[in-house]
């Protein structure tokens, strides 16, 4: 048994930091596996610059994830944080880059073997394209194999062209028990005499996500999902 940490939506990396720097070595799982994915290409080469996030168990991708594979546009915010793949999405302007999107469902079986038999979280934050990948792992049937959904919220209030499905969104996370726990955390490069450091920043309304994974691991161990 093995733990896949799957992070959509990089950015800088805090939260994918937070896992495989402090949450897991704390638990002192060692067969652990990261994948990050970000649409966004300046982000991408940044995170996959990072030292401590270049190790052997950790995969950065620059791919958008969604529910439709190929070419798409990501329009930018123009405080660089919070690039869609929804036009009407509040903070972002009509200036765009083009990405590829790949299907989550299709690039886990694909190049994860074990994940019907792993403890998976799966960290969403991917400005509105959350609803297209909970209807792919629905769909595939993969969902009922996720033991923690976690991530920043729910984009989907913030894109005018969704709310008219954003009751058939919310019906699709209870319908298939799908928790969002709040998991989301900003960071900061501090310049000191002694060099660099890295000064993680989290949300205040955060689960205690180490408690969580624990309990994944023991309802795995018990024969349960989802926590």
Same mark, same amino acid.
């Given at each position: 048994?093995? #733990?896949?940490?799957?992070?959509?939506?990089? /950015?800088?990396?805090?939260?994918?930091? &937070?896992?495989?720097?402090?949450?897991?070595?704390?638990?002192?799982?060692? @067969?652990?596996?990261?994948?990050?994915?970000? %649409? +966004?290409?300046?982000?991408?080469?940044? &995170?996959?610059?990072?030292?401590?996030?270049?190790?052997?168990?950790?995969?950065?991708?620059? /791919?958008?994830?969604?529910?439709?594979?190929?070419?798409?546009?990501?329009? $930018?915010?123009? @405080?660089?944080?919070? $690039?869609?793949?929804?036009?009407?999405?509040?903070? &972002?302007?009509?200036?765009?880059?083009?990405?590829?999107?790949?299907?989550?469902?299709?690039?886990?079986?694909?190049? &994860?073997?074990?994940?019907?038999?792993?403890?998976?979280?799966?960290?969403?934050?991917?400005?509105?394209?959350? /609803?297209?990948?909970?209807?792919?792992?629905?769909?595939?049937?993969?969902?009922? $194999?996720?033991?923690?959904? +976690?991530? %920043?919220?729910?984009?989907?209030?913030?894109?005018?062209?969704?709310?008219?499905?954003?009751?058939?969104? /919310? %019906?699709?996370?209870?319908?298939?028990?799908?928790?969002? $726990?709040?998991?989301?955390?900003?960071?900061?490069?501090?310049?000191?005499?002694?060099?660099?450091?890295?000064?993680?920043?989290?949300?205040?309304? @955060?689960?205690?996500?180490?408690?969580?994974?624990?309990?994944?691991?023991?309802?795995? #161990?018990?024969?349960?999902?989802?926590?």
């Amino acid at each position: 048994m093995r #733990i896949n940490y799957f992070d959509l939506g990089l /950015y800088h990396g805090t939260e994918l930091t &937070v896992m495989a720097e402090r949450i897991i070595p704390e638990i002192g799982f060692d @067969n652990f596996f990261a994948y990050g994915f970000e %649409a +966004c290409r300046e982000h991408y080469e940044a &995170v996959s610059n990072i030292p401590w996030l270049k190790k052997d168990n950790i995969k950065i991708f620059n /791919y958008a994830v969604s529910g439709k594979p190929g070419n798409r546009k990501l329009y $930018h915010a123009p @405080n660089n944080l919070g $690039h869609s793949l929804f036009s009407t999405k509040k903070n &972002v302007t009509s200036e765009s880059e083009d990405v590829e999107s790949i299907l989550f469902s299709e690039w886990i079986l694909d190049n &994860v073997p074990t994940f019907k038999d792993d403890i998976n979280i799966i960290k969403m934050n991917i400005e509105g394209a959350e /609803y297209e990948v909970f209807q792919d792992l629905v769909k595939s049937d993969l969902v009922k $194999h996720v033991d923690i959904f +976690c991530g %920043a919220g729910h984009d989907i209030e913030k894109i005018s062209e969704l709310l008219p499905v954003k009751g058939d969104y /919310y %019906a699709l996370l209870e319908n298939n028990d799908i928790f969002l $726990h709040k998991f989301s955390a900003t960071g900061r490069f501090d310049s000191t005499p002694e060099g660099t450091t890295y000064t993680i920043i989290g949300h205040d309304k @955060n689960v205690n996500m180490l408690d969580l994974v624990l309990s994944a691991i023991d309802n795995r #161990i018990n024969g349960e999902l989802n926590v």
